[in-house]
């Protein structure tokens, strides 16, 4: 079973749309596709801008894990496999299979376990294809899927070289390799030489205060590694780096790209890297597969409170993107000629 | 303790976290509260620190704040919280798409509810949407419940006790061709023979043969010839396919208009015309939080011996009684909710009783006076058909409700009442339970002696404080409370009507009825947000009103011994008179010079059994 998990630096950069790609393209196939969000979509109208979304159009044989409410806003026909102990704020996540053709709501798991309990029920019902929707700029839970492709565009920033850069950062976050230390549940530092380790209290360095408490523990002797395995705010992290150059010489190991991405803006991190001696390393990551970008930007009319559609110039964003981002493809759905993203993605969107 | 951590997520406003603080401490949490302009950051930082069982965030939805929830969301769960610290929000266009959309456990929509705060930070969330589940099975309301019918006032039930004893002595004997219609359809929906789709049968043959008998020559042209009165057309079965489609998505949690207490229950008004409008209105009237509706008829279907059949469809006012349509109506409606059947002024009321007690009905609507008044039935004939009909409540087991509305041809409320005093122990006597309607309104009575010049409290107060001193009975002001004050303005008139369900609650009624905002002056269907209008000014004001009360005024407590002193001696004259039919003629309920007129439909049909 591959996974493929379809994130977004806000909303209406494009997530929706790049995941109907995928199904069109997994139905022309003939392959057994499987659906679920840990947002909310396929609804009409965006919840805040009132302008129309894409929708989720399945056939008879695709599967879906929805919460029981939205069942009865879809008009495709369903059969209910089994409900799940999963509770969402609309109901019980349940897994549906599509009798009759139509469009489906999608309300899925919005924390990694329950995620991670999903992939394995879709495993045992068994699907070729799993395909995990995102909402807003959230993609901490997606870790436990096989592979992401991340979306951004206008409705990030209407700025290109802005987006350009930001771009360029977020993508080099999926770059570093995989630690080969133990992960650890508190912020931990290893002494050279020593098999001495100095435990925080938390896993996490948000404040002002975790970071001086970090300070602290460094004072003794430079760490050998330091192995931070939940959040970690950026900006403090890059004055202490500063302020201490000698923590550059650490090994630096991280959770997850995801849980850094949620606890920084991207460039902040681009700026940590640069002082890092060594590249630095994960507990566990995940392959991003392709950046997809969107020109679409919703445009706010404060005299009318209400929002239209407008749109930068596709072909200098794409431009402007790709001669940024180098590692992963930049593409443009909408623009032909329109690549095949199951042919890029496959075959190696297994989870770990 | 529990720790809650409270957190506004907002730069300036957090009157939600300081409020939700109190309501938490009070139910013995630790609630925490952070500032306004507290940041994601700061926010998980504290919960790492503190282990909250939840974190509960108040913000007002808007474009890009949707992003900084969404990174709370994904900080909490980058930060390892998610497995213990359950995460909630609320605010302002915050909707529970919304709240799975951001990722949260929790979404609180609406006013604030603690009940549902609580049962979410101690994980019963489940345990709630069953709640929720079981609130569609609430049970349905009583309006008489909590009443007696104990008179109070012993001269006046003996005057009653003299005045229902002629009537049903008089009645003996004597039946009408609207009986016997009563008689047929109880028949054919015992044989499971009445609806229009029913087989072929020999017996419907008879049975159908024997009712048209009875009826009208219209009506004989409808079941013989298909040919339909004018503007009445049957419905196209797609247009009845189409109505589950039309409401599917459409859930409501019922969310009742009273802000304390379970009394006084509300009523709305249906009978667009359509069946299938009607049952969009009802949609609407009870996702709003009304108990109740009632069903309204087209005013020409009282004139006519005999009643249609099929789902059928009207181009004016007044949806038509038939089995199917009251059938189809009944189907749609939430089982909690209150269903009346107009069919007390006219040629087929046994036979409205039959029906709507057939399609699920949960009270009649009987009045004899008001019904052999005023445009309405001939009092001799709607006497006759009236007692049957009391009859069929009794033997239903059915409330009916007795509406007041002949004061709008411009009767004095005592008179009125008298009249309702009537029907409630003539009621009782044949073991109905009675329910009296006097009608809070603008009536021309009030207008021409000026009793409401000052102002519309005192005369309604006393309407509603006379009965207390009468009888232990449920009072249920209509229909609609406010009549005769709206405008074609909808602020206007849903102020009143809301200034009108007030006052009535504060008197402690059992329920009462409104109207829509656009109902006097639509000029044709009303209007599902016209009728909300309604609905939300009247959630205010009893929001506004809670469990205070207005006290009488002396004037108020004047104007009701006058009302309590004019129907004990209406009373009088018609039990001296000795003849309830030959005192309506002779106007004791209500005379010319009031404005009331006998009514003269169904002349001379009375005839013996």
Partial sequence: MQTISFAGTAKNTGKTTTALHMVERCHARGLRLALTSIGYDGEIKDNVTGLPKPRYVLQPGDWVATAEKCLKTGT????????????????????????????????????????????????????????????????????????????????????????AEHARALCAMFQFPLS???????????????????KLDSGSLLSQAAFQALEAAAEAAPPQHVRIPDACHPACLLDLLTRKPALCQAQWVFGSPLKLLASGDPRLWEAVWARLQHPPQYFETL?????????????????????????????????????????????????????????????????? | MKTVLLAPLDPVHDNAVKLLKRRLDEAGYQALTM??????????????????????????????????????????????LRETTRLGVGGMAITKETGAELGFDGTFVGALNIKEVIAFIEGRQGVLEEDHSAQVQRPKPDVVAGHTYAWKDRKIEALLDTITDQILDWTKGKTSDGIQRALIRTEMLEAGVAHRASPQSPVRQRLLEKYLSFCDAEIQAAYQEGKLPSGVRPLDQAEIDRLPERLAGGHFEFQPLRHVG??????AQYGTGCPVMDVVHIKTTEAWGADGVLHFDPSWGAQREGLLQGHLTHEHDGT??????????RQHMEAPTLWNVRGHRGLNTPETQVLAHAAGADLLKINIPYGGTAGGTDPERLTVDGVFALRLAAQYGLPFDIPGNDELSGVPPHKTFAGLLIMMMLGLKLGARPIPKPLLCYSPHMTIYGHMDDNMVDMNVAKL?????I????????????????????????????????????????????????????????????????????????????????????????????????????????????DFVASIYEGLLGDQEDGLYPGRTGRGTVRAE
């Fill in chain 2, 471 to 578: 009888v232990d009975t449920p009072v249920w002001p209509g229909e609609p409370v406010g009549f005769m004050t709206h405008t074609p303005d909808r602020v206007q008139s849903a102020v009143t009507t809301a200034n009108h369900a007030a006052l009535a609650a504060s008197m402690g009624v059992s329920a009462m009825t409104f109207a829509s905002s656009d109902e006097a002056y639509s000029k044709g269907p009303i209007s599902v947000p016209a009728r909300v209008d309604t609905l939300r000014a009247v959630r205010e004001s009893l929001r506004f009103l809670g469990s205070a009360h207005f006290q009488p005024t002396p004037a108020a407590q004047r104007m009701q011994a006058q009302l309590h002193l004019g129907i004990t001696a209406v009373l009088e004259k018609i039990a001296q008179r000795g």
């Fill in chain 2, 320 to 329: 038509i009684l038939t089995l199917e349509n009251l059938s189809f109506i």
């Fill in chain 2, 262 to 267: 379970d009394k006084p229950l509300f009523f």
């Fill in chain 1, 287 to 352: 392959p991003l597969r392709c950046l997809t970008l969107n020109p679409f930007y919703p445009s706010y009319h404060a005299a009318t409170w209400s929002y239209s559609e407008k749109f930068l110039d596709a072909n200098a964003l794409l431009t402007a993107v790709r001669a940024q981002v180098t590692a992963v493809p930049v593409l443009n759905l909408r623009q032909p000629p329109i690549p095949d993203l199951l042919d890029l993605l496959t075959p190696s969107c297994t989870p770990s």
């Fill in chain 1, 180 to 198: 080969s230390l133990p992960p650890t549940a508190a912020v931990t530092l290893s002494l050279p030489n020593s098999d001495q380790e100095i």
């Fill in chain 2, 35 to 80: 500032p306004p302009g507290t940041t994601v950051e700061e926010v998980v930082e504290k919960a790492l620190a503190v282990h909250p069982a939840a974190i509960l965030v108040s913000r007002t939805l808007g474009y890009k704040v949707a992003e900084t929830l969404g990174q709370l969301v994904d900080l909490a769960e980058a930060s390892g």
């Fill in chain 2, 465 to 469: 404080a006379v009965w207390q001193e």
């Fill in chain 1, 76 to 163: 495709a026909g369903y059969h209910i496999h089994h409900t799940s102990s999963i509770y969402t704020v609309l109901g019980r996540i349940v897994f549906v299979e599509i009798t009759s053709p139509g469009l489906v709501v999608l309300a899925g798991p919005n924390r990694r376990t329950d995620l991670e309990q999903v992939l394995a029920d879709f495993r045992r019902i068994g699907v070729d294809w799993v395909l995990v929707d995102g909402a807003l700029n959230r993609l901490a839970p997606m870790i436990c899927t096989g592979g992401l492709v991340l979306s951004t565009g206008a409705a990030f920033t209407e700025d290109i070289p802005t987006l």
